[in-house]
């Protein structure tokens, strides 16, 4: 505009907008949507499209949660999720639209935004929170259709993602705390899960490098009867002997694929020992369940107590190790039954660590004097109960097992 003295000065000049939106959802999942301006087609939208798309986003995504529809920890809805069977005509009335290119495909005119979007969200907002009679079902169903596509596109995105997962961890280097054997012969190979550093480093010099290969793990592992696939991908220690063992897991497993003809699972002789072969064999029978099948898998058996009865003379003195207390006090009695006596102090085995690698090599790793257990499962239903009672998420049946079995407690077995 020209002032007085014929300079150009800027005017701002309100001219109208008119919205006009019709839209639906349907129990497809293809979208619609059609955008128009002056009743011209734009079929590459532009900011009228831009502000109806936030919008309906922003407002679908306050909706669900101020119906606690989702969770607070829930992902958020995304444009795919609330497109998702909606039909749409986004049209706006407007002098001299302002478009992109010379075809009149796309609308650039800015303030088309902030207007279509306040109008989309105002209108859906008052349909959801104060929706007409009869109406009250659709509105909510729309949300609960939003929030379940959600729901499925992040599963999808997991399942892909564990499965990437997987694929990677079964086709990677051998992790390195490996102490593998030298043989190729499958059937003579022996894998011993080993627990904790200090009997890894024994066992190292007990074992028959020849083939006695060993993993150690720390500690407890995952309990994986109540963790997802992807939580025990992640775990390191489920993750290692995934690996080691070298045939997959779950339905892919392959045991020709299988590295070594033994698995034995050696741990501590108490309590806490127990507790990690157990949360050894769940992993073993919830994702390398073929290898029980097969009667691959053992527990060793360490003993309890070292006893030395002393022979007169030269003789040397007679080594028994003993695998319970009531055996041992057996010894004793026949000990002293034979007018024996017995050195003091009599060796309590708290750990693997505790024994020398000539100890270790004879009670538990040399074939030809140690006891082994083949856990075996021939009625794979009723142990498929017994893992989810004693290792699943449900408290309450574990608890009334527990409770009911105390009487026959051995308590000797239980560290004070």
Not at 23 to 34: A, K, N, P
Request: hydrophobic share 40%; with cysteine; proline share 4%.
């Amino acid at each position: 505009m020209l002032d007085d003295k014929g300079n150009m000065t800027p005017q701002e000049v309100e001219r109208e907008l008119g919205v006009d939106i019709a839209l639906r959802w349907d129990s497809g999942y293809e979208s619609d949507i059609r955008s128009f301006v002056n009743v011209i087609a734009t079929p590459k939208g532009g900011t009228h499209l831009t502000g109806f798309e936030r919008a309906i986003v922003k407002t679908v995504n306050d909706q669900v949660r101020a119906a606690k529809i989702l969770k607070g920890a829930e992902d958020a809805i995304i444009k795919d999720d609330v497109f998702e069977g909606l039909t749409a005509v986004v049209t706006v009335r407007l002098a001299e639209p302002q478009f992109e290119g010379q075809t009149k495909e796309i609308l650039g005119t800015p303030a088309a935004t902030r207007i279509v979007g306040n109008v989309v969200a105002k209108e859906l907002t008052a349909w959801f929170t104060n929706p007409p009679r009869g109406e009250k079902v659709a509105a909510k169903s729309v949300l609960e259709k939003a929030a379940n596509a959600m729901r499925a596109r992040v599963a999808a995105r997991t399942h892909r993602d564990t499965q990437r997962r997987k694929t990677a961890l079964e086709s990677s280097a051998l992790p390195a705390k490996l102490v593998d054997c030298r043989t190729d012969d499958v059937e003579r190979s022996e894998l011993f899960i080993v627990e904790g550093d200090s009997a890894l480093g024994t066992a190292k010099v007990a074992r028959n490098a020849d083939h006695q290969a060993l993993l150690p793990i720390r500690g407890k592992i995952l309990n994986v009867q109540k963790s997802s696939l992807a939580d025990m991908l992640k775990n390191t220690e489920c993750a290692s002997i995934i690996q080691v063992i070298g045939a997959g897991s779950g339905r892919s497993f392959d045991l020709e694929q299988a590295r070594y003809g033994k698995v034995i699972l050696m741990s501590d002789a108490d309590v806490d020992g127990a507790h990690i072969r157990c949360l050894l064999l769940t992993l073993i029978n919830r994702y390398l369940h073929p290898l029980l099948e097969a009667g691959r898998v053992y527990a060793a058996v360490p003993p309890l107590h070292r006893l030395e009865i002393v022979n007169a003379g030269s003789k040397p003195n007679e080594l028994i190790y003993t695998y319970s207390d009531g055996e041992m006090k057996s010894v004793l009695a026949d000990a002293n039954k034979r007018g024996k006596k017995v050195k003091d102090p009599i060796q309590r085995y708290k750990g693997l660590g505790e024994m020398d690698a000539g100890q270790l090599r004879e009670t538990t790793m040399d074939p030809a004097h140690r006891t082994l257990r083949r856990i075996t499962m021939k009625d794979v239903a009723g142990a498929s109960a017994v893992f989810d009672l004693l290792m699943g998420g449900e408290v309450a049946p574990r608890k009334e097992f527990i409770v009911e079995g105390a009487s026959g407690l051995d308590r000797a077995r239980i560290d004070a």
